[in-house]
């Protein structure tokens, strides 16, 4: 089916280590974006791009690196783990101006 | 900069009542968007509406309907005769218009139906 793919679905960290949150999306949206989601706090934005090539920073961009070589791929990084990126991760892809679809979700534990 | 506030943190009801989850946003821009999407049990966030700040329509879509009100900065959203599978966090959001269509989320209500 058509959507926004994330992978892993659920991941264990160690502290200092690193990793990539995979997304891709098959719809030939420009749009996409990292948010995190933390209980009590909603989702909030990590980074976006409007486009392959382009990116930006969100509300909580620390410790966390993006890049957008293709229009479908928009991986997220974690550069040194910590307990802090405990959360649930989601992917997000539209048109411009339309709505989201989102991915399934990366539940993340750092320990 | 954009603000969304979701005053309500749980509401429980019985089913087959109403209930009203309440959104107020606070933007500087005249072009904007608000969404409201539904988070149930399994995790995964479902799209509910859309709605531009040009159109102040109410809208219905079976047992939902929402209610936009520019004068107060509102977008609540109400669900008639409510059913046990509507229990699930709701998220009401919010997009300015020259923002790259990112998201600004308020904090969720968590709805409970009892049967």
């Known amino acids: 089916n058509a959507g926004v793919t994330q992978t892993p679905k659920f991941q264990v960290l160690k502290t200092g280590q690193s990793m990539t949150l995979q997304c891709a999306q098959d719809?030939?949206?420009?749009?996409m974006s990292w948010y995190r989601q933390d209980p009590g706090m909603g989702l909030r934005l990590i980074h976006y791009s409007v486009g392959a090539g382009i990116t930006d920073q969100g509300e909580v961009p620390n410790g966390y690196n993006v890049s957008r070589s293709t229009t479908e791929d928009f991986p997220l990084r974690l550069l040194s783990a910590a307990p802090s990126q405990t959360s649930v991760y989601f992917c997000?892809?539209?048109?411009?101006?339309?709505?989201?679809?989102f991915g399934s979700g990366t539940r993340l534990t750092v320990v | 900069a954009q603000k969304v506030t979701q005053a309500q943190t749980e509401i429980s009801v019985v089913e087959k009542e109403d209930v009203t989850l309440d959104c107020v946003y606070e933007t500087r821009d005249t072009t904007y968007y608000l969404f409201w999407y539904k988070q149930p049990p399994s995790g995964e966030l479902v799209f509910l509406i859309r709605r531009n700040s040009f159109d102040e329509q109410n809208e219905i879509s079976g047992r939902y309907s929402w209610n936009f009100q520019k004068s107060t900065s509102s977008f609540n959203f109400t669900i008639t005769a409510s059913q046990v599978v509507d229990s699930a966090v709701y998220f009401c959001a919010l997009s300015e218009g020259n923002a790259g269509n990112m998201l600004t989320f308020g904090g969720g209500t968590r709805l409970m139906v009892k049967p």
């Open positions: 719809m030939n949206h420009e749009y």
């Open positions: 997000a892809s539209s048109y411009p101006s339309g709505g989201y679809t």
